[in-house]
C-alpha cells in the first residue's frame, strides 16, 4: 500500500513538474506578447497621442492612416523588397543546396560560410553594408583608388534605387539560412528514388524538375513563412542601412509604425499600422498553421 502510493506521488510529481517548470516563463508571454497585441489593438481604436487615451474613436485611426501618403510608400515598398527578397532568397538557397548536395569536397568548411551570416543581428548587417556601399569610403571608392575612376555605384543615395540596397543585405544574410533548409530537405530524399529515375532514362534536368522539387515543397512552404515574416517586420536593417531614407525611398511599414508612435506622438495611427502588419503575418501564418496540422491528421 505504502509502495503504491508513493509510486502515485513520483507520477504525479513527474507530471507536474514540467508545467510548474514552464508556468513563470507561459505568463511572461502570455502578459508581454498576447497581453501588449491585444493592448496595441485597443489603442488603434482610441484618441491616443504621446500617451495611450482610452476615448473611442472607432475607425477613425485606420481611415487617417490609409489617407497618408507615407503609408502607401511604405506598402509600395515593401511589395517591391518582400517579393525580390522572397524570390532570390528561395532561388538563392536552393542552388546553393544542390551544389553542396553534390557531396563536393570542402562541404564542411562551406557551410558554415554560408550560414555564417545569419549569426549576425540585421543592424549588424546594416551597418556593415552602409560602410560598402557608401560612395565615399566602400565599393565606389575603391574601384577609383584602383584606377576604375569611371566606376560608380550611388543605390544607398538614389531614391529610385535605394530599396534594392536592403534586398542586396537581406539576401547576403538569408540565403544561408535557406540553403540549409532544402539542404535538409535534400538529404531527407530517399536515393532509392532517384536511383530508379535514373535507371528509367532521366536527365538530372528531369530529376529535379519532376521529382526533387516537387518533395521539397514542406521546405518552400516554411521558407516562404519565414521569409515573408522577416520582410514584413523588417526594422532593423533599414534604420541600419538607410535610416528609411534617402527622403522616404525605404519607409516600410515597421519604420512607418515606429516613427507615428514614438517620434511623431500618433499613437493611434501607429497601433493601427501595426495592427496592419500584424494582420497581413496571420494571413501569411494560419494556412500555413492549417495544412501543417490537416496533413498530421
Not at 475607425?59 to 525580390?84: D, V
Not at 548587417?125 to 560612395?135: Q, R
Not at 543615395?157 to 547576403?172: G, L, R
Request: proline letters at 4%; aromatic letters at 14%; charged letters at 15%.
Amino acid at each position: 500500500m505504502t509502495s503504491s502510493t508513493g509510486a502515485d506521488l513520483r507520477t504525479r510529481i513527474q507530471d507536474w513538474l514540467p508545467k510548474v517548470v514552464l508556468a513563470p516563463s507561459f505568463a511572461v508571454i502570455l502578459l508581454f506578447v498576447y497581453g501588449f497585441i491585444l493592448f496595441t489593438i485597443f489603442l488603434s481604436f482610441t484618441g491616443s497621442k504621446m500617451l495611450p487615451l482610452y476615448t473611442f474613436v472607432g475607425f477613425t485611426n485606420y481611415s487617417r492612416l490609409w489617407a497618408q501618403e507615407n503609408w502607401h510608400i511604405a506598402i509600395s515598398n515593401i511589395a517591391i523588397f518582400a517579393s525580390l527578397y522572397i524570390v532570390i532568397c528561395t532561388a538563392l538557397g536552393l542552388m546553393l543546396a544542390i551544389f553542396l548536395d553534390q557531396k563536393i569536397r570542402g562541404e564542411g568548411l562551406l557551410r558554415p560560410i554560408y550560414l555564417y551570416p545569419m549569426a549576425l543581428s540585421f543592424i549588424v548587417t546594416g551597418t556593415a553594408w552602409k560602410w560598402f556601399l557608401d560612395p565615399g569610403i566602400g565599393l565606389e571608392r575603391i574601384m577609383h583608388l584602383w584606377g576604375w575612376e569611371s566606376f560608380s555605384f550611388t543605390w544607398i543615395k538614389d531614391n529610385d534605387m535605394a530599396v534594392y540596397t536592403i534586398v542586396i543585405a537581406a539576401v547576403w544574410q538569408t540565403s544561408g539560412f535557406v540553403m540549409a533548409m532544402f539542404l535538409a530537405g535534400l538529404r531527407g530524399i530517399d536515393n532509392e528514388i532517384l536511383k530508379a529515375a535514373q535507371i528509367d532514362g532521366a536527365s538530372s534536368f528531369q530529376l529535379y524538375r519532376r521529382i526533387v522539387i516537387p518533395m521539397l515543397r514542406p521546405a518552400f512552404l516554411s521558407a516562404f513563412v519565414i521569409l515573408s515574416h522577416l520582410a514584413i517586420k523588417s526594422y532593423d536593417l533599414v534604420i541600419a542601412l538607410t535610416g528609411g531614407g534617402p527622403g522616404r525611398a525605404t519607409e516600410m511599414p515597421a519604420t512607418f509604425m515606429y516613427s507615428y508612435t514614438f517620434t511623431r506622438n500618433q499613437m493611434g495611427v501607429g497601433s493601427a499600422s501595426a495592427v496592419i502588419m500584424l494582420m497581413t503575418i496571420a494571413a501569411i501564418m494560419v494556412p500555413y498553421l492549417y495544412a501543417e496540422l490537416k496533413e498530421k491528421n
